[in-house]
């Protein structure tokens, strides 16, 4: 989750593509994160319905998504000789870490604030994040801190500056990095409170692997798209019916983008659809942000409402509906005022 992260990521990516193969490239990777966005739609409806448990039922792989994506530009952009040589392209992606750190903060510490009243004695706002630090910084997930995706992928992007030396020293030591954490998020799993922030970060370095694959790889899934479509449900079938393991998780969402690339790249972003998809791609971190915060009000003011009735899709369309109008207005008045732009950049960017 992370336009603007990925976008982040992304930017001088986009500035360097050359060749219509590679803008092909990077309007697809656009497009899945639009997938992803507007899938988290219906993943948060759950959420916020009076059966929570129904969005990890249905659309486990999405939590791991959006940070498999932002390992895979961190590496696909910055582990090349030039950029670790860029001292500037370390003190960019510290910066954007800590930027998501405190916008994290921000927005739960809000949260907090305008929530419901709470009893007396009961810590809020500042407080409550002090008094909670080690479940919400640490330990992670949606039960003590609104937004929890954001955690997890500004510790990847915190990360990344060291990742980058690994790599200019060996290209072999960010694998074992990976390994030494998926074996660390193994042995967290098997606690009574794993940290779901590990588990992320794990699939994030995973991503950062990921990442590596040649272009010529990328172009295949464009030809084959049908091929991870049909893999895809074979193995939630398999998972469901035959053998589970505890990385079914972190495999689901790497299938799963795989399959959802591969149909936007043979699709392309040339369609009106294809286009609104990059367009709420490109500004995913804001558009998370949104859907939550809407649906949040919409839960304070009307409460939770059941899932599958008419008022609960009503309200996952016109969320979702709203976001894509967001998107769209937020593009089109940051080409036309540059206050705009600047701001937007200087939150985001």
Same mark, same amino acid.
């Given at each position: 989750? $992370?336009?603007? !992260?990925?976008?982040?990521?992304?930017?001088?990516?986009?500035?360097?593509?050359?060749?219509?193969?590679? +803008?092909?490239?990077?309007?697809?990777?656009?497009?899945?994160?639009?997938?992803? $966005?507007?899938?988290?739609?219906?993943?948060?409806?759950?959420?916020?319905?009076?059966?929570?448990? /129904?969005?990890?039922?249905?659309?486990?792989?999405?939590?791991?998504?959006?940070?498999?994506?932002?390992? %895979?530009?961190?590496?696909?952009?910055?582990?090349?000789?030039?950029?670790?040589? #860029?001292?500037?392209?370390?003190?960019?992606?510290?910066?954007?870490?800590?930027?998501?750190?405190?916008?994290?903060?921000?927005?739960?510490? =809000?949260?907090?604030?305008?929530?419901?009243?709470?009893? !007396?004695?009961?810590?809020?706002?500042?407080?409550?994040?002090?008094?909670?630090?080690?479940?919400?910084?640490?330990?992670?997930?949606?039960?003590?801190?609104?937004?929890?995706?954001?955690?997890?992928?500004?510790?990847? /992007?915190?990360?990344?500056?060291?990742?980058? =030396?690994?790599?200019? &020293?060996?290209?072999?030591?960010?694998?074992?990095?990976?390994?030494?954490?998926?074996?660390?998020?193994? *042995?967290?799993?098997?606690?009574?409170?794993?940290?779901?922030?590990?588990?992320?970060?794990?699939?994030?370095?995973?991503?950062?692997? $990921?990442? +590596?694959?040649?272009?010529?790889?990328?172009?295949? =899934?464009?030809?084959?798209?049908?091929?991870?479509?049909?893999?895809?449900?074979?193995?939630?079938?398999?998972?469901?019916?035959?053998?589970?393991? +505890?990385?079914?998780?972190?495999? #689901?969402?790497?299938?799963?983008?795989? &399959?959802?690339?591969?149909?936007?790249?043979?699709?392309?972003?040339?369609?009106? %659809?294809?286009?609104?998809?990059?367009? !709420?791609?490109?500004?995913?971190?804001?558009?998370?942000?949104?859907?939550?915060?809407?649906?949040?009000?919409?839960?304070?003011?009307?409460?939770?409402?059941?899932?599958?009735?008419?008022?609960? %899709?009503?309200?996952?369309?016109?969320?979702?509906?709203?976001? *894509? =109008?967001?998107?769209?207005?937020?593009?089109?008045?940051?080409?036309?005022?540059?206050?705009?732009?600047?701001?937007?950049?200087?939150? %985001?960017?």
């Amino acid at each position: 989750m $992370v336009e603007q !992260v990925e976008s982040q990521v992304a930017n001088p990516l986009r500035r360097r593509a050359r060749r219509p193969s590679a +803008r092909a490239r990077i309007d697809a990777l656009d497009m899945t994160k639009g997938v992803l $966005v507007v899938a988290m739609v219906v993943y948060h409806s759950f959420n916020y319905s009076t059966d929570y448990t /129904l969005g990890f039922k249905y659309l486990p792989f999405l939590p791991p998504s959006f940070i498999l994506i932002t390992g %895979f530009l961190i590496s696909r952009l910055y582990f090349t000789p030039e950029a670790a040589r #860029d001292v500037s392209v370390y003190g960019r992606l510290l910066l954007r870490g800590f930027r998501l750190l405190f916008v994290f903060t921000v927005l739960n510490v =809000l949260t907090q604030l305008v929530g419901r009243r709470k009893a !007396v004695g009961t810590p809020q706002g500042m407080s409550y994040l002090f008094d909670n630090w080690y479940e919400i910084y640490i330990t992670g997930g949606g039960h003590y801190a609104a937004f929890s995706i954001l955690l997890p992928i500004a510790y990847l /992007l915190l990360l990344a500056p060291i990742l980058i =030396l690994l790599y200019r &020293a060996h290209p072999l030591l960010v694998p074992l990095v990976a390994v030494a954490f998926a074996v660390f998020s193994t *042995i967290d799993a098997r606690q009574e409170d794993p940290s779901f922030n590990l588990t992320l970060v794990t699939a994030g370095l995973i991503g950062v692997i $990921v990442g +590596r694959v040649p272009d010529s790889a990328l172009s295949l =899934l464009q030809r084959y798209w049908y091929v991870p479509v049909i893999v895809y449900p074979g193995y939630i079938a398999f998972t469901h019916l035959v053998w589970q393991s +505890r990385f079914d998780q972190l495999l #689901d969402a790497f299938l799963a983008l795989v &399959a959802i690339f591969g149909i936007c790249a043979a699709m392309g972003a040339g369609g009106l %659809f294809g286009r609104e998809l990059v367009v !709420v791609g490109k500004y995913s971190l804001l558009a998370y942000i949104f859907q939550i915060a809407v649906l949040q009000v919409l839960t304070r003011l009307f409460g939770r409402l059941e899932p599958f009735t008419i008022s609960f %899709f009503l309200q996952m369309l016109g969320v979702g509906m709203l976001m *894509i =109008l967001l998107a769209e207005g937020l593009q089109r008045a940051r080409s036309r005022a540059a206050w705009i732009d600047g701001s937007y950049r200087a939150i %985001f960017a």
